[in-house]
């Protein structure tokens, strides 16, 4: 029987240089408590429904899905990019993501959630995208080797990282500078913002730019998709 998600990583030595990778972080990644105790709590239960997450993540009243395609512009792939989608969830952006990369260049969708995860597996394989690479992560790594990868992009994944400093940490190991890191998040703005999102994310841009700073990247460009309204759009380098 197939086992719900294959690590395909090609070749073997780069799945024993994402272990080492894990290996040489778990001392430091144990420091960091986690900012948002259980926040991704319903995504790991074993009896989630992946469908009813489909219906909210790619209706065309979400406008992260309405603006898939001009968010996938202004990632900036270009052909032979290796590109991490981490937190890749239904594997929206996987498709658009290995269409601009092209046959010379790879993506990598993770995601800590197990259906999660196998869901992107069957996703690809319908699809016939051979160059796409499903990977289990973890809560507090990417578990990608060092220098491995071009642009990593994070779309309403950041308030679900636990860990946020551990993570950017393993991040920036993977990124071969100057790298790019493109994140998407909702904007929280007391008296504007819905009572969901201020209920569920934890920080607002502000704070994001600056955690993401003191893990050793640089700001480049905030806003570079037009119609985004209750999220915003941040490219960070790795210097």
Known sequence: MRPAVRFSFRPWGQLI?????????????????????????????????????????????????ALRHAIADAVGIEAGDVVADVGAG??????????RAGSDGHVYAL????????HIRD????????????????????????????????????????????????????LRPPGRLVVIDFERIPGATRPWILGHVRAGRETVIEEIQAAGFVLEEMDAVD???????????NP
Do not use: M
Not at 111 to 118: E, G, L, Q, R, Y
């Open 123 to 174: 996703r690809v394989d319908e699809a016939g995208l051979a160059g796409v690479s499903v990977v289990l992560s973890r809560e507090r790594s990417i578990t990608l080797p060092r220098d491995s990868i071009d642009i990593v992009f994070l779309c309403d994944v950041y308030h679900h990282l636990e860990y946020p400093q551990t993570v950017l940490a393993s991040i920036r190991r993977a």
């Open 90 to 99: 239904t594997g929206l952006f996987v498709p658009l993501f290995a269409a």
């Open 17 to 65: 240089a994402a272990a080492l990778v894990a290996w040489s972080t778990a001392g430091w990644a144990a420091e960091e408590a986690s900012v948002s105790p259980g926040v991704n709590r319903q995504y790991l239960r074993p009896d989630v429904n992946v469908a009813e997450w489909i219906d909210r993540f790619e209706g065309e009243s979400r406008e992260i899905y």
């Open 227 to 237: 119609g985004l309204k209750e999220n915003y759009f941040l490219r960070f380098r």
């Open 111 to 118: 995601d800590i959630a197990p259906k999660f995860a196998a």
